[in-house]
């Protein structure tokens, strides 16, 4: 294709566009000269004059040992830091308040108490999970929180001395310990008794009738396990010792459990959380374990709250 | 290629994308379908700027505005009907029954809603009017539009665009009283305290007000609403149309220059230079055609003028057009209106409508939900008795506290006491008032003897007040397999 001569002066317009051509030509293929958008084009300036300036102000320039740290210093491990104590100081007021608290007096402070045991929910997963499962609800040997069965006593300050001291901590003068002889390894009690004390532990918790195993093992109880769990076998908070004649079982009801827990006896631990945990933690952690439904009031039943209004919110 | 005009070609200007628009400068008229637009135009105006006005007594704990949009509170009042957000239904069910009863007037009268209820065309025949005032009628104002830019236009112009501007404020204030208690709000915006978006939202409103009804106009009916082609694919041989009837009005002039006998349009232009969308009628149905019938108005005038009977310009079905082509006498407008696709609408939105009117009649102001905790499912307590734990949330729907029951209906010897009670108090039912619009949560326990297996479980709230009301929910209650050893 040979270019007409209409282009004297100027490059060559392209006759069936009518637009003018760049004046390049490869194998006679010609390029029209259709030149961005104006506004096109001063958007992409724009853009680059932005991009200049973010990256003088944002660190954006990799180096070697560190990146360009931009004019405001601004990082993103900076803003999580900033924002983590700005939740920090939302949360201080609360603590404060928890640390004045002491913690037979939560249940007065309806809304503080409402707090703590979110707080203490969370706490919970975080710590406690492992052992007494994300419902509470514990497993064999992990006592169950949602029940109304206490070892150490379910009163919030009860609980708070539990989670502060642990059980079986060495080291803490104050931990919690009980201590059951292994009657069959130590060979305090032969086989044969202890099957007797079994058979007078199920009796008395309603799973066996009477029988004369029972009988001879009422003997042996009175002897060996009264200490503890008392003459009637309802257990002793004071030592940890659990009631016999209830339904819960901890490491569990059936004859072989408990014939294992005569014979061998256990000693379940829990950590000291006193020296883990801030004290305004452990107190939340008390307050949530209370709420499961189990916690003990301090004194007599409070009056019934029929009439008043039920705590509020969406 | 090369055979072509290169002058024809080359340095062509760019094309345009549409034809310039043709400013329209409406003639007035007078006539029975002019008087229904102004009473139509008055009456949607009247309920536009008085509705926000109106009280309505609900009690102390609620606003007494008779339609009030809170947003705030997340209510929308309506006269005697109070929609929480959860029941937004209704008013999911009037868009419904707007957008059906838009179906309904489009097969029974054509499109009476562009020509008469339109907000359009309210403002744009407002705006209209303002014309005529201050410019004057259709040739005084096209004689101001073509003359040059001097004081005299100036201050014509500019005192139009301030009545427009008042005009356009008053839409957009208007507005805002919807949303929050009107003369509160009305004292708050004259002394600068109302909230930034009563500010924006006038401002807005305003602009928009001003744009559309003042210079868009007939475009926003003509290329930007989407109503008319939804419209024109609705529209039968059944719909009443503004329609000019050719085969009496045909051949138009007012002298025939052969002697040949002539219509009845003596092509005076009247229909078309009282248009407010700026179409010729005799050019048959167009999309432009509001049918407002002005058209109408300005032909009979015509006619009764020069003696000849009205209705050449008339509302005609495409079906009855025929007849009437025929020699065959027109059908009265009453019979048009009721065929069967009016029938079919109509029985559809009564059937919406009953459906909303029985819903609200029949709703409950109170609701409860309840989630039973599954973690762990149910629990053994030293006594052997079974506890499950639910998470009960009461809802007061109404504008006051009320006197609640809970009453649980489970297993046999199956008792509930909640957190805030101790467990001795356990009872079959429990009784809290619950405040004013409140969703009051409530931990329950519910408590069945050992040896209870897992069943069915439901809690029913009762109001215990004089308006009643109740409503339950049903759960279960898990218990062990088998006896735990």
Same mark, same amino acid.
């Given at each position: 294709?040979?270019?007409? /001569? ?18 390049? /030509?490869?194998?006679?293929? /010609?390029? !029209? ?32 040992? /560190? ?77 169950? !929180? ?145 709420? !499961? ?22 | ?41 008055? +009456? ?31 209510? +929308? ?12 239904? +209704? ?82 204030? =208007? ?127 015509? #006619? ?64 409860? =939900? ?8 149910? #629990? ?40 805030? #009670? ?64």
């Amino acid at each position: 294709m040979s270019a007409p /001569e209409n282009n004297e002066t100027g490059p060559r317009i392209d006759e069936p566009t009518g637009t003018a051509t760049m004046g390049h /030509e490869w194998d006679g293929i /010609e390029e !029209l000269n259709t030149p961005l958008p104006t506004w096109w084009l001063y958007t992409f300036y724009a853009c680059i004059v932005f991009a200049i300036g973010y990256c003088v102000v944002y660190p954006a320039i990799p180096g070697i040992k /560190e990146g360009s740290h931009g004019t405001f210093g601004w990082t993103s491990r900076g803003q999580l830091a900033a924002e983590m104590d700005a939740a920090k100081a939302a949360r201080a007021p609360v603590l404060a308040a928890l640390d004045a608290t002491p913690i037979e007096d939560l249940p007065k402070n309806p809304e503080l108490l409402a707090k703590a045991v979110a707080g203490g929910k969370a706490a919970f997963k975080v710590n406690c999970v492992p052992c007494h499962g994300s419902g509470a609800a514990g497993s064999i040997g992990y006592p169950n !929180l949602n029940d109304d069965d206490w070892l150490w006593g379910g009163t919030l300050t009860d609980i708070q001395t539990t989670l502060e001291h642990g059980i079986r901590q060495p080291g803490d003068d104050a931990t919690r310990t009980s201590m059951m002889p292994s009657f069959g390894r130590d060979g305090i009690l032969k086989p044969a008794d202890v099957q007797d004390v079994v058979s007078y532990v199920r009796l008395i918790s309603g799973q066996e009738p009477n029988n004369a195993s029972a009988q001879r093992g009422a003997a042996l109880f009175a002897a060996n396990c009264v200490a503890c769990h008392g003459a009637d076998g309802k257990g002793n908070r004071m030592f940890g010792a659990p009631n016999l004649t209830d339904k819960v079982w901890l490491y569990g009801g059936s004859r072989t459990a408990i014939t294992e827990t005569v014979t061998n006896a256990h000693a379940g631990v829990m950590p000291a959380w006193g020296n883990r945990l801030s004290p305004a933690t452990i107190k939340m952690l008390a307050a949530y374990v209370h709420s !499961l439904g189990g916690g003990e009031a301090f004194a007599a039943p409070a009056a019934p709250a029929a009439e008043t209004a039920a705590s509020t919110g969406q | 290629m090369t055979n072509m005009d290169p002058k024809g070609l080359t340095r062509q200007p760019p094309k345009r994308l549409h034809a310039e628009t043709q400013a329209v400068h409406p003639r007035a008229v007078d006539g029975r379908f002019r008087r229904l637009k102004w009473a139509v135009m008055t +009456f949607c105006l009247a309920v536009y700027y008085i509705t926000p006005w109106l009280r309505w007594h609900r009690g102390p704990y609620s606003p007494d505005q008779a339609v009030l949009i809170d947003l705030e509170h997340r209510r +929308f009042y309506m006269f005697a009907i109070e929609i929480w957000p959860q029941e937004f239904y +209704f008013v999911a069910g009037l868009l419904i029954m707007a957008g059906i009863g838009l179906f309904l007037v489009t097969s029974a009268v054509g499109r009476a809603w562009c020509g008469y209820a339109c907000p359009q065309t309210v403002w744009t025949d407002l705006f209209q009017h303002v014309d005529r005032l201050i410019d004057g009628d259709r040739n005084a104002q096209m004689k101001l539009a073509k003359a040059p830019w001097g004081p005299a236009k100036i201050a014509r112009r500019l005192g139009k665009w301030s009545i427009y501007l008042l005009i356009s404020i008053s839409t957009g204030g =208007a507005w805002i009283f919807y949303f929050a208690d009107a003369p509160t709000l009305a004292r708050e915006f004259v002394t600068l305290q109302a909230p930034s978006i009563a500010y924006s939202t006038v401002f807005v409103l305003t602009c928009t007000t001003m744009w559309f009804g003042g210079f868009m106009r007939e475009q926003v009916c003509i290329y930007m609403c989407p109503w008319p082609r939804i419209q024109s694919a609705m529209l039968d041989e059944k719909s009443l149309l503004v329609t000019y009837k050719d085969w009496r009005g045909e051949p138009r002039g007012k002298k025939s220059p052969t002697g040949a006998p002539l219509g009845d349009c003596i092509d005076c232009g009247l229909c078309a230079a009282v248009c407010p969308t700026g179409i010729d009628i005799r050019e048959g149905p167009q999309i432009g055609c509001i049918t407002c019938a002005l058209c109408i108005d300005a032909c009979d005038g015509v #006619m009764e003028k020069t003696g000849r009977p009205r209705g050449l310009i008339d509302y005609v079905t495409l079906e009855d057009s025929a007849r009437e082509r025929q020699g065959l006498a027109a059908t009265p407008h009453w019979k048009l209106i009721w065929h069967a696709r009016t029938l079919i609408y109509l029985g559809i939105w009564s059937a919406i409508g009953a459906a909303l009117l029985f819903a609200l009649g029949t709703r409950q102001h109170l609701s409860i =939900a309840v989630s039973k905790d599954r973690n762990p499912p149910y #629990m053994i307590l030293s006594s052997g008795d079974i506890r499950n734990a639910y998470a009960v949330r009461w809802k007061n729907m109404e504008g006051r506290p009320r006197k609640m029951q809970l009453t649980l209906d489970g297993p046999a010897g199956a008792k509930m006491w909640s957190e805030d #009670m101790s467990k001795e108090m356990a009872a079959r039912d429990l009784t809290r008032i619950i405040p004013a619009d409140t969703t009051a949560p409530l931990r329950i326990y519910v408590t069945a003897p050992a040896g209870t297996h897992e069943g069915k479980l439901s809690f029913t709230l009762r109001a215990l007040d004089q308006d009643g009301g109740e409503v339950s929910y049903a759960t279960r209650f898990d218990a062990p397999d088998e006896d735990h050893d």
